[in-house]
């Protein structure tokens, strides 16, 4: 499957616990993204990679969530002190960066619940 | 603010019957415009792009059409089958300088029962 994964595909955690999540995109992809989703609602936009760079981030992203992506592939997203609020599917997406209509592919996604 | 408004919010329909689903968007200046559909527990999957010249494309029995001078646009299905019950989201893009400026819909819930 040379799709995007996620991993875990569902995480369960006590509030104020810290809790961390991997994206694996299509191989070539230079741009990754994170969403959160809520029962209900469409994706919202969290965190976006050019590469290794961050180049974006949403107000929804507090100080409590932070996004990585070393080497330009592979990324985390780690929340700390997890709060009922953060319960919801995060996804990632990624697509290969071309101008006007850059198609992205979304994975699994990784379904939180904090108790 | 970039908005992006689905209707219905959910429906019901027998299989093998058509519908049509509805967004309505407020994006500017407008790029494009994507219909993605997303099982449920899985990630959304594009059916369809419009860019602002293009006012219908297909993709199998799934329809999109759009109206870029009343931002509006609609997917339609036809002949519908069980597998097609699943969530459809509107999703427009901004165009401007930088990176990444999506707005999503909420999603039409969509039950296609036997």
Same mark, same amino acid.
């Given at each position: 499957?040379?799709?995007?994964?996620?991993?875990?595909?569902?995480?369960?955690?006590?509030?104020?616990?810290?809790? @961390?999540?991997?994206?694996?995109?299509?191989?070539?992809?230079? #741009?990754?993204?994170?969403? #959160?989703? @809520?029962?209900?609602?469409?994706?919202?936009?969290? !965190?976006?990679?050019?590469?290794?760079?961050?180049?974006?981030?949403? #107000?929804?992203?507090?100080?409590?969530?932070?996004?990585? #992506?070393?080497?330009?592939?592979?990324? !985390?997203?780690?929340?700390?002190?997890?709060?009922?609020?953060?319960?919801?599917?995060?996804?990632?997406?990624?697509?290969?960066?071309?101008?006007?209509?850059? !198609?992205?592919?979304?994975?699994?996604? @990784?379904?939180? !619940?904090?108790? | 603010?970039?908005?992006?408004?689905?209707?219905?919010?959910?429906?019901?329909?027998?299989?093998?019957?058509?519908?049509?689903?509805?967004?309505?968007?407020?994006?500017?200046?407008?790029?494009?415009?994507?219909w993605y559909k997303q099982d449920?527990?899985?990630?959304p999957v594009?059916l369809?792009?419009?860019?602002?010249?293009?006012?219908?494309?297909?993709?199998?029995?799934?329809?999109?059409?759009?109206?870029?001078?009343?931002?509006?646009?609609?997917?339609?299905?036809?002949?519908?089958?069980?597998?097609?019950?699943a969530?459809y989201?509107?999703? &427009?893009?901004?165009?401007?300088?930088?990176?990444?400026?999506?707005?999503?819909?909420?999603?039409?819930?969509?039950? &296609?029962?036997?």
């Amino acid at each position: 499957d040379t799709g995007v994964s996620q991993d875990p595909r569902h995480k369960i955690t006590k509030r104020g616990q810290n809790v @961390t999540f991997r994206c694996d995109p299509i191989s070539e992809h230079n #741009r990754l993204y994170w969403y #959160r989703q @809520t029962l209900g609602q469409g994706p919202e936009f969290l !965190t976006y990679f050019q590469n290794e760079a961050q180049l974006e981030k949403s #107000r929804l992203l507090s100080d409590r969530f932070s996004a990585e #992506r070393p080497k330009g592939s592979f990324s !985390t997203l780690e929340i700390q002190r997890t709060e009922q609020g953060d319960s919801a599917m995060y996804l990632c997406a990624s697509s290969p960066g071309e101008a006007g209509t850059d !198609t992205q592919y979304f994975g699994p996604g @990784t379904r939180l !619940t904090v108790l | 603010k970039n908005q992006v408004e689905q209707s219905p919010q959910s429906l019901i329909i027998l299989e093998g019957k058509n519908c049509t689903l509805q967004c309505n968007y407020t994006v500017s200046p407008f790029s494009n415009l994507r219909w993605y559909k997303q099982d449920t527990g899985r990630g959304p999957v594009s059916l369809t792009i419009m860019t602002f010249s293009e006012n219908t494309k297909s993709n199998g029995r799934y329809t999109a059409t759009l109206d870029a001078d009343t931002k509006q646009s609609s997917l339609h299905i036809t002949a519908s089958q069980l597998s097609d019950s699943a969530s459809y989201i509107c999703v &427009v893009r901004a165009s401007g300088a930088g990176s990444y400026q999506l707005t999503f819909g909420k999603g039409t819930k969509l039950s &296609v029962i036997p």
